[in-house]
């Protein structure tokens, strides 16, 4: 509520931004990925979100109808994810009545492949400090009572780690695309945040996972539990995560579906039109 002013500000700043580009480039057309302010009357505009309804506590319902009113102002939102049963961010992108919103398919830089076991569990850390580093300490030591094979990725852009690996636990301080898709294949069980992106790399790729959202983020603390109540995956918040808890992963079916990768051809016919 209090940055709403300063929201409203950059939103003014990016549209004159994009009239300049405009101007400058010859621009037809635009794609938005979350920004509100990238648009312009006078060629098509294209916003890409999965969070159509903005939880924010006791706020949602008002967040939830200022965010659609600057989605309306697009030709079109697109957003990553399925129809139905599939669907991987539930009431998040829940809007039928608005004939402007385009379910696309998951979206990932990552790719299915098969590959031999190595690691018993993947830890994928990531997001902003203290949390990431106070989840870490906590996962450090609960992994003292953890006997499988450990690959620990602590989502810190930085070459140098003070970490020393031993027989059970590698630790890497972060993966490039490549290295992360095969250690994501490589791995039984994947232990991460509940962050929408994620989650569909996860999908994509085909494993089971137990997630610990971020404390006070409603969108990954709601992704955890609907996962959760839809049987793919169980949750914890950090306080209460034991390592033990993820013996319960096999009443959870993991994301077992086959998810394509591609855009359909005719979503571009929006740039095509006179």
């Not at 709403?4 to 938005?32: A, C, H, W, Y």
């Not at 200022?66 to 102002?73: D, P, S």
Request: proline fraction near 2%; aromatic fraction near 10%.
């Amino acid at each position: 509520m209090f940055r709403l002013p300063k929201v409203i500000k950059t939103i003014i700043k990016e549209r004159q931004v994009v009239s300049q580009l405009i101007r400058d480039k010859n621009i037809i057309g635009i794609i938005s990925d979350n920004r509100i302010g990238v648009r312009n009357k006078g060629i098509p505009s294209v916003y890409i979100t999965h969070q159509i309804n903005v939880l924010s506590g006791i706020f949602t319902f008002f967040t939830s109808r200022v965010h659609q009113y600057y989605i309306n102002k697009f030709d079109e939102c697109w957003v990553p994810d399925v129809e139905g049963e599939l669907s991987l961010s539930g009431l998040l992108s829940k809007n039928e009545s608005n004939g402007k919103i385009r379910k696309i398919g998951i979206l990932s830089r990552l790719k299915k492949r098969k590959i031999e076991i190595k690691y018993d569990l993947l830890i994928l850390l990531s997001g902003i400090e203290p949390q990431r580093s106070q989840l870490e300490n906590k996962l450090i030591e609960e992994l003292k009572n953890f006997n499988g094979s450990v690959l620990f990725v602590r989502g810190l852009i930085n070459s140098e780690t003070s970490f020393k690996n031993s027989k059970k636990i590698t630790y890497k301080n972060f993966l490039k695309s490549d290295e992360l898709e095969k250690a994501i294949a490589q791995s039984k069980v994947v232990l991460a945040r509940s962050g929408y992106s994620t989650i569909m790399d996860l999908a994509i790729i085909g494993k089971k996972v137990f997630f610990i959202p971020t404390k006070g983020q409603d969108e990954q603390e709601y992704l955890a539990k609907y996962l959760e109540v839809i049987s793919i995956a169980p949750y914890a918040t950090e306080e209460k995560f034991e390592i033990q808890m993820l013996e319960n992963m096999k009443d959870y079916s993991g994301f077992i579906h086959d998810f394509s990768i591609g855009l359909s051809k005719d979503l571009f016919n929006l740039f095509h039109r006179k």
